[in-house]
């Protein structure tokens, strides 16, 4: 069978067509909406820089004004880029509080990274970076305190916060205050913080500082005018990472010169070539706890004004901006230091200086620390000093002094006098001790470092002077002293603070005394040689120093390097009136060794005679001297001399009758016949020293056991 094919009608093509049409239209509509962004975005740049030039001077009330140069965004790469921006000030704008006078350039300002999606949810917004390079501020004065304290800086968001991966400052130069003298003026500076978290969250972050994780600073060239004083710092650097900071190259530079002249506050001068502070924990800091492993100071120099009012202690100035300061070692290497303002204004080279576990706050009453340290180690150079200016100069050349085990050890201590003895007493209008004293070695052990902080209690086992030489000078031609002399027991319980030292020793001393006489230019002398003095119980703490308890003490030398002498005292120097005992003995020696003394002075020469023994006993008090002395001697003859040091026909006369009729050759008379005593009376003249009178009570001893009349032999001790 045969089939025919079936025909159907032919479709119609504009069904078709209408069905294309819509996704025509979709795309037409899709071109024009990419012109349209296209264009605005065109137009987003130069709106946005209007609109934030527009918003500064809205907010600011016309305060401010600002201008960009540029503006690029790109919200593909989310990064913004801003150049050329000026802040300034209108000059007709008047001052308002919170809105202070400034000036501020940005050559280059980046933002990249920006989270889009959660700045228009008000979220926390991410940010990758933001670089602001080139920038110049200049602020005329700072922002005045409103009413109400200010909220910190995230909450003057207006959105949850904001986080930073990188927040670099690079490139800063600016200044404050007056444009012809600013207050601050900085040179150049930068900073860098890495994730910054600018939120609630952030800010209570105790592992933070200034909302990062970690902070880095670098500053040059800055300079500040404080109170009186202007602060110049060549660099310092900062990094919370490293936990470092230091500083190179601090200059003070005081108004007014470093004088004798006192003002209120202390007036400082000081070089500091570098300070370097390690193991700063700067979170911990930016919530007032100040902690910190080493700080080192190398080669500071400090020359400072004392102030005539006390300033507050360290742990109350720095009390309002920390709660806790603790350093656990300082170190300063290569120091010096330079005092105004003091009678003995001194100046100190080569100062080392350790301390450990330092802890200012919070501040305990000083019971087991040392201006706030634990220990103390402090060594020295040369020092010098004026002491009872103008007469004196002090020195040392090296002091170490160790809080630990109590020690301070001073090496090549000089007093020294400025002028004359002629021209000492002159100036002072009477005769006075010229001194000269030399100690080579002087030991202190046990000394309680902080007993004399905090009780003002000098407190020490043993001091110890090594071979120390005293030379002394008298002029006899001026008035005595009209003032009591301080050189007694008694004035040592007088010392306006207390002190108690166990034992005090001088080994291998020298004395040498010389008087000018107004008989004679040519000065008499006097030697002790080879000296050494023990001294037990120097204390004038009542607990210590009473009748029972006594300062004892001996000493041994040679008088005139040849004759063996040695003494014992007994004092309490707590009695008023200034009881104590003195007993001691001579060896064998010829009478001619008191010659350079008795011949310029007393017009006396022993022609002959020579000491066997002498031994004596001595209660001297406020009044005189009583004792009794035994000599042993033989063939003892004198010369008395007119001012010539020549025997004349007069003196002649007196000699004979004095060595014929007065004295006694020898003492005893006959031997195997008992010894003639002398005995010691003298009054004591309390404008002399105590040494004075020990010299009167043998002197009297030794005159009346050679035959000398008690009376005349008192009179004789007393005249000077």
């Known amino acids: 069978m045969l089939y025919e094919p079936t025909t159907s009608a032919p479709v119609s093509e504009e069904p078709r067509v209408q069905a294309a049409r819509p996704w025509w239209w979709l795309l037409g509509v899709l071109l024009l909406l990419t012109v349209g962004v296209a264009v605005a975005l ?52 008047p001052d308002s509080v919170g809105k202070p006078r400034a000036d501020l350039v940005i050559g280059r300002l980046e933002v990249a990274g920006v989270g889009l999606l959660a700045l228009l949810r008000k979220q926390v917004v991410p940010i990758d970076s933001i670089v602001l390079d080139s920038v110049g501020l200049r602020l005329a004065s700072l922002p005045a305190a409103g009413k109400s304290p200010s909220k910190p800086l995230h909450q003057q968001l207006p959105l949850d916060g904001v986080r930073v991966g990188l927040f670099r400052l690079g490139h800063v ?28 969250t952030g800010a209570a972050d105790s592992q933070r500082v200034a909302y990062a994780t970690t902070v880095a600073a670098d500053v040059h060239g800055l300079t500040l005018q404080v109170p009186e004083h202007r602060v110049q710092l060549l660099h310092a650097g ?4 490293q936990q470092r900071l230091t500083l190179d190259s601090v200059v003070v530079h005081p108004q007014k010169p470093i004088n004798n002249q006192r003002d209120k506050t202390a007036r400082i001068s000081l070089a500091l070539p570098r300070l370097e502070l390690t193991g700063l924990n700067a979170a911990q800091l930016a919530h007032q706890h100040f902690r910190a492993d080493t700080l080192r100071l190398t080669g500071p120099r400090l020359a400072l004004t004392l102030p005539t009012v006390k300033p507050a202690s360290l742990h109350v100035l720095l009390a309002p901006y920390l709660q806790q300061m603790r350093l656990k070692r300082l170190e300063m290497t290569g120091g010096s230091l330079r005092v105004a303002g003091l009678e003995q204004a001194p100046v100190i080279s080569n100062v080392r200086a350790f301390a450990t576990n330092i802890q200012v706050l919070p501040y305990k009453r000083p019971t087991n620390t040392l201006y706030y340290a634990e220990a103390w180690s402090i060594r020295t150079g040369l020092a010098v000093m004026t002491f009872n200016a103008p007469y004196y100069n002090a020195s040392w050349q090296q002091l170490q002094l160790d809080s630990r085990p109590g020690t301070l050890r001073l090496v090549g201590v000089k007093v020294l006098p400025t002028m004359s003895a002629t021209e000492m007493a002159r100036r002072k209008g009477h005769q006075a001790a010229n001194l000269m004293i030399r100690l080579p070695e002087v030991l202190v052990a046990g000394l309680d470092y902080r007993l004399a902080q905090r009780e003002h209690v000098l407190h020490a086992t043993t001091l110890t002077l090594r071979k120390a030489e005293i030379n002394s000078k008298n002029d006899g031609r001026f008035p005595i002293n009209p ?11 007088q010392v306006p603070f207390r002190f108690d030292v166990r034992r005090m020793r001088a080994e291998q001393a020298t004395i040498r005394m010389a008087y000018r006489a107004p008989r004679d230019p040519v000065p008499g002398t006097m030697s ?4 050494s003095v023990t001294l037990r119980n120097v204390s004038n703490e009542p607990r210590r120093m009473n009748a029972a308890t006594p300062l004892t003490g001996e000493a041994t030398g040679w008088l005139q390097n040849r004759c063996y002498a040695q003494v014992k005292l007994r004092a309490n120097v707590l009695d008023d009136s200034g009881l104590h005992t003195l007993s001691g003995s001579f060896g064998q020696t010829p009478l001619s060794i008191l010659d350079d003394m008795t011949v310029p002075t007393r ?22 001297a009583r004792g009794t002395l035994w000599g042993r001697y033989s063939d003892l003859k004198l010369q008395l001399l007119n001012q010539k040091e020549r025997p004349g026909l007069l003196k002649r006369v007196e000699t004979s009758l004095v060595n014929g009729i007065v004295l006694r050759d020898n003492n005893p008379r006959k031997p195997g016949k008992p010894l003639e005593p002398g005995r010691m009376d003298s009054r004591r003249e309390r404008r002399f020293s105590v040494f004075s009178l020990w010299r009167q009570g043998l002197v009297s001893g030794m005159l009346h056991s050679a035959g000398v009349p008690a009376p ?4 004789l001790s007393e005249s000077e």
Do not use: C
């Open 42 to 93: 065109q137009l987003l740049d130069p709106w946005l820089r209007q609109k934030l030039e527009k918003q500064v001077a809205t907010s600011s009330h016309g305060r401010y004004q600002l201008r960009i140069a540029t503006l690029h965004t790109s919200l593909w790469k989310r990064t913004a880029t801003l150049r050329g921006i000026q802040l300034r000030t209108s000059k007709t704008a």
């Open 173 to 200: 130069h600016g200044s404050y205050g007056p444009a012809q003298q600013p207050t601050v003026q900085l040179g150049r500076a930068s900073l860098q913080l890495r994730d910054v978290l600018l939120s609630a």
């Open 238 to 241: 900062f990094s919370s990472t």
């Open 483 to 493: 003032a009591i002399s301080i050189m007694t027991p008694e004035a040592l319980g």
């Open 528 to 531: 002790i040689n080879r000296l």
């Open 603 to 624: 017009g006396i020469r022993f022609k002959s005679g020579t000491v066997q023994h002498i031994r004596f006993q001595m209660t001297l008090d406020r009044t005189s």
């Open 712 to 715: 005349l032999a008192k009179k």
